[in-house]
T-cell receptor, first 113, second 115 residues
């Protein structure tokens, strides 16, 4: 069965530092997509970054990058130069055609000045 | 584009009442998803549609829940009768093709409280 695991319930980082949010997944299907969403305290779900299982290079979007290690089944989110506005809940998700899109329990990131 | 629109944004009702949540996906998107978010269970997919047809409703908790998509620009999620354990934030999301390999755009959510 497909599964997403986020083991860090909370992370703390200072402004301008980099932070890595962990995500591991489990699937037997070779074709899948991995997503990260941000949920600030206002509640909306904001798409950050996507990685396809066949993509050769790690995805990057501005200050966000996805450290994709296929053999280890991990898809960690790296945020460089953290900002106060990065304080939020972060969800890792996995999608596969024909099955449900599933999310991890989330990691709360707190950025301090 | 206005994004995914959900209404109402907040709903407070009493146990046993019927609740209807509404969603307008982004124009041109052919996939629509309903999710539920609770502290205990996190973010769960309830049902999704492709071209107005329900594809997977295995996440729908029980017969009290039903969802429809009568046309490409409107979907409803109905709970009848509602129970306190249905209290949650319900999100609608839409996607343009290959939704498991592309971004899903989420609406702002409906916060439902059942007393």
């Amino acid at each position: 069965a497909q599964k997403i695991t986020q083991t860090q319930p909370g992370m703390f980082v200072q402004e301008k530092e980099a932070v890595t949010l962990d995500c591991t997944y489990d699937t037997s299907d070779p074709s899948y997509g991995l997503f990260w969403y941000k949920q600030p305290s206002s509640g909306e779900m904001i798409f950050l970054i996507y990685q396809g299982s066949y993509d050769q290079q790690n995805a990057t979007e501005g200050r966000y990058s996805l450290n994709f290690q296929k053999a280890r089944k991990s898809a960690n989110l790296v945020i460089s130069a953290s900002q106060l506005g990065d304080s939020a809940m972060y969800f890792c998700g996995m999608g596969q055609a024909g099955t449900a899109l599933i999310f991890g329990k989330g990691t709360t990131l707190s950025v301090s000045s | 584009d206005a994004g995914v629109i959900q209404s109402p944004r907040h709903e407070v009702t009493e146990m046993g009442q019927e609740v209807t949540l509404r969603c307008k996906p982004i124009s041109g998107h052919d996939y629509l998803f309903w999710y539920r978010q609770t502290m205990m269970r996190g973010l769960e997919l309830l049902i999704y549609f492709n071209n107005n047809v329900p594809i997977d409703d295995s996440g729908m908790p029980e017969d009290r829940f039903s969802a429809k998509m009568p046309n490409a620009s409107f979907s409803t999620l109905k709970i009848q009768p509602s129970e306190p354990r249905d209290s949650a934030v319900y999100f609608c999301a839409s996607s343009l093709a290959r939704p498991f390999y592309n971004e899903q755009f989420f609406g702002p959510g409906t916060r439902l409280t059942v007393l």
